[in-house]
């Protein structure tokens, strides 16, 4: 993103009414450094120059006033500033009055309804089973959405007469919608090739009608890479508060996608919720909550059930679905030899049903008309790897194989129903086997967007699964996968709480970012050059602040040389004031800065004599006098 | 490592005097899970069936008495046993009494005195400027070794008639000695595979003749993949004992290696304390310390100055050094327009001498000779790379690749002199330009061992870049580098700490172990196996013991799932009990495991209604009743 037509915020939002921006170019507003350290808003910090230091909330404006692109806007003790991709929302915004109980201001809103291709409609009734709450009042319960949040009333909104009102469909009229735009002054590219990539099937923007509160994303592998981050109450633990403070957190730290993976109590409710409050596509997997109504008897899973929960989750927002309707019956007996079976959830429960039946799948007959439902929310699919591989010995077998194969052929059906699509990923593979995943996976796919699990590059270290999985999320990523799902160091162990949330969204926007560098993206390099000019001109604060962990850097840095003048010292800790290469390298740059440009080795040796004789009569000082 | 000839430890070691083990094959002696957990010997663990649990030291017999390799056995509870690499030593063997006072015995003493080529001598007088002590007593001081370290007199020893005494020559020679017997136990390849790897220069062996301590390792790209761990005080912060704590605590968690990177006072003192107690080869960088000595003047540095440090550092044992010879006068300029200059601190200093002088390198023109001081005592090269790119932006530059030609120029030099020689190799480097650094080393080093330092594969995360280079050092790995310099979580930003070294390794040794399994080393995948089929199983306790860090995988696992029916409860935190991917996989595994193996889809297909009519009259259970 470049730094031109970047604003500060200048006025508050609220409800879908987005003044614009007073002022142009760029203006820093005094906003804290403390906004990098945690969701708090308004504190203000100054340098000992009077400088406000830290990052702060700018917005890029589009071609109309309501579209306004969030930046993250590190100021520079050098005066510079460095524009850095933004996913943390209104939160960091502090103009804007937020509130979980009232929810986000619906941005989108202005744009759905002035397409004209929806209608609002009552909704299926809401009933406490939709919560998992059992035998209580079978019928009516609540009658609408305001019941469960207390936020603003609303109806769900849908297509008028069966319509596709999905990106794709748009894109492939031609049409560059807000959405479009919005996404292509984020990735720093033109609209239209965001319009070619969707239409084509190679990105997908998750945008469902009724979850207007969204700030437009996109996954493809033209873009950057994306991050997903699950969250979701069990069986074991559960709070609605604390779901929606991870979603945040997440998001602060930089999750491009939530996805709510909630099995508990207060599912409905809790997702409804979270989906108030996301400014991020929310994702979920529908036949847990399906199961949940069945009370876990798989077998007892109908069709209608399903397409009811699917119907359900649409009208609330849900802007992706994990589907997996490529586990067929006659792959179940595939795994049957595995280390590690079926280790997807929503695969063990689709082979347990194709098993208790002796039937093929439902989701896998019923595709079309699931197509025709998702298609009136533009629900994404994310089609489920139900089979992945749970283990080094179980990766790209033909079980994995045979499941995607036919998650191939129901690529090419979605995009007969204009319905976006991604192609969910393993799972356990090691380092060698990595590369054949994205490239069959593109092959039979079509190009449409792969989305994975890591890849784990070993079984062997559990409490540390965020790193075996970082370095195949890297190499995947770098080979074309479009957005990753972030794994904690609590995989396989337990759940996830606030520190192991973030260490795992940390984690992969590294691998993330380290793909977007691979990749060339345009512009990924200026995050790390701006860091490694402050390294070089030992500016700390600037090196925390453009770090993608602020607060943990400088506590590391404290660690050693806690006190305030180290943070200007031209020293570090590993050297000490003593010693320091990075000094020998300054004298070097001042010395041959101007004369080596260009040059070859032999070339500037000739030169060298003259310069050597500058360097001993200044006293051969390779270390500076300090100042302390 | 195969099992067959395992013995536990059944006498107890002392000066070099190793008795047989008794009795054949594999007796678990009781012993500590919590050997696992911590360097405190002794503790016995038993499981509620009455069995020792965790693992145990066991050891592997060579074709002598005094070949023992260990060996980490890790006991399952389903009475099966896995045997693993181990580099702790006899710190977690309770047979075994250690003093860091007295040392660790001299296990190759007989070996390096058997072959009659080496010989005791005075060695050079050790003085107080030895220890960064300046100005006292300009001559005479210490006498010898034994007044830096209480334990038992030596004297050094070298070549006798400056004959090589190293590995290599021996190699050459077509001698299979018995460190590389050792290695072919540890690495479960032949003793022929070592010596022809050692003899093309393909691996080396490093073994000062004054480290007999040690238990032999091979670093080749053919062999298991190797990590270092650095420590050193520096001018900042220092004790002895804790570097010494450091280096035991670093070779517990799995370091092969320990680099003793100390800059500050009692350089030479705390270099004899950790070689003495170090069952591992030590690495310096003998520059830091010659440094010291012209009070951090570079430009007073002179070749005898450093050449006496060598020797020093040499009589007291030091394994592999490295040396900075590819940093010549006319590739500095080269330096001049990076964005991050020269990073490397003997690089540093080596470009700041040839500037003051308008020189070339002085130990690029003492090459030959080093090669023969080095060659007297098997001291092995680490040919340092002083021009690597301390940033993304910096990677494969000219400068960069300017010294490696030079250090593929030297290390043939290297090898005429018989000296073991490997290449270091960067830094910062993004991912798609890894390739090109093994292949370039790989093809002018003739193949020699590659030693990097990661490389960080962004510059965006202080206080994450055991991760951002963990992602570099297993593809690098991958692609044939033999041993990886660890990073810890405070590079860039302070000293380690005792967590920051744990970290650091467990981070590498999962690069390293995901790089054997891609190349697919013999044996690796076992114990990705052995942990895949616990974790299948439920045997939890059995996860935790085969787990890289057991104290961090048990503690996470305990955090939401505290009580200690919890560890044997068939099913985990993440579903609760009430649902389990895991039994469902069972449940097949049971119906089609005997049928399905080898079979088509089709095939299997064809006689599942047989079973889906088995599975419904049992009652369609896939979720089987719990214990509690």
Chains 1, 2 share one sequence.
């Not at 019956?329 to 929503?346: C, D, E, F, Q």
């Not at 191939?408 to 976006?420: D, H, I, S």
Request: aromatic letters at 8%; one cysteine or more; charged letters at 25%.
């Amino acid at each position: 993103m470049t730094n031109k037509d970047v604003r500060t915020p200048a006025s508050s939002q609220s409800n879908g009414e987005l003044a614009p921006a007073d002022g142009a170019g760029v203006s820093a507003s005094p906003d804290s450094g403390g906004a990098a350290a945690s969701p708090e808003k308004g504190e203000t910090e100054k340098s000992d120059t009077g400088k406000s230091i830290g990052w702060h909330k700018a917005y890029v404006e589009g071609s109309r006033p309501d579209l306004r692109v969030p930046a993250r806007q590190v100021h520079l003790t050098n005066g510079r500033s460095v524009t850095l991709y933004d996913t943390s929302g209104p939160y960091t915004d502090p103009t804007v009055d937020t509130d979980v109980r009232r929810g986000l201001a619906p941005l989108r809103g202005n744009w759905i309804i002035g397409r004209g291709d929806t209608e609002e409609y009552p909704g299926r009734p809401v009933s406490p089973e939709d919560d998992g709450i059992k035998h209580t009042s079978p019928r009516g319960g609540l009658r609408n959405l305001d019941a469960v949040f207390p936020g603003r009333p609303r109806l769900p909104r849908r297509s008028r007469d069966g319509r596709a009102v999905t990106q794709l469909a748009y894109a492939r009229q031609g049409e560059v919608t807000p959405e479009m735009e919005y996404v292509a002054i984020r990735e720093n590219v033109s609209p239209e090739v965001v319009r070619e990539e969707i239409a084509a099937g190679r990105a997908v923007l998750p945008a469902n009608v009724n979850h207007p509160e969204i700030e437009p994303m996109i996954i493809g592998k033209r873009f950057l890479v994306k991050v997903n981050a699950n969250i979701g109450n069990s069986a074991v633990t559960s709070s609605i508060e604390e779901e929606v403070e991870k979603m945040t957190w997440a998001t602060h730290w930089g999750a491009d996608t939530v996805m709510d993976l909630s099995t508990g109590r207060n599912i409905h409710t809790t997702r409804e919720w979270v989906l108030r409050n996301s400014p991020v596509p929310i994702g979920t997997v529908p036949l847990y909550q399906a199961l949940e109504k069945v009370d876990g008897r798989a077998e007892e899973l109908t069709w209608e059930i399903y397409k009811d929960t699917v119907v359900e989750q649409a009208e609330q927002g849900v802007d992706y679905m994990t589907v997996h309707a490529g586990v067929r019956l006659p792959y179940v007996p595939l795994t049957a030899n595995r280390k590690t079976g079926i280790v997807s959830r929503g695969g063990s429960i689709m082979a347990a049903w194709c098993l208790a039946h002796h039937k093929e799948s439902f989701l896998y007959e019923h595709f079309e008309e699931l197509c025709e439902v998702l298609a009136a929310y533009d629900v994404t699919y994310s089609l489920g790897d139900g089979l992945r591989p749970g283990s080094i010995a179980d990766a790209n077998d033909a079980a994995q194989f045979a499941e995607l194969r036919t998650l191939g052929e129901l690529n090419k059906v979605a995009k007969r129903f204009n319905v976006q699509t991604m192609i969910e990923g393993p799972g356990h593979v090691p380092m060698h086997k990595i590369k054949e995943n994205i490239d069959l996976q593109q092959e039979i796919c079509d190009e449409a967007p792969f989305y994975t699990l890591g890849p784990l590059t070993t079984d062997i270290a559990p409490a540390y699964d965020h790193i075996t999985s970082g370095i195949g999320a890297a190499m995947i990523a770098w080979w074309g996968t479009a957005m990753l799902c972030y794994v904690t160091p609590k995989e396989h162990l337990g759940l996830p709480n606030r520190d192991d949330v973030k260490t795992g969204v940390i984690t992969y926007k590294i691998a993330a970012h380290a793909a977007d560098l691979a990749k060339g993206h345009p512009g990924a390099q200026e995050w790390d050059d701006a860091l490694s000019d402050a390294r070089f001109e030992f500016r700390w604060e600037d090196q925390f602040n453009l770090a993608l962990d602020p607060d943990t850097a400088r506590e590391f840095h404290d660690e050693t040389l806690p006190a305030e003048p180290a943070k200007t010292a031209h020293f570090c800790s590993m050297c000490g004031p003593k010693f320091c290469s990075m000094k020998i390298s300054h004298n070097i740059n001042e010395q041959f800065g101007g004369t080596a440009a260009g040059a070859t080795a032999e070339e500037v040796a000739d030169g060298m004599l003259q310069k050597s004789k500058e360097f001993a009569a200044a006293g051969n000082r390779v270390y500076l006098p300090l100042a302390d």
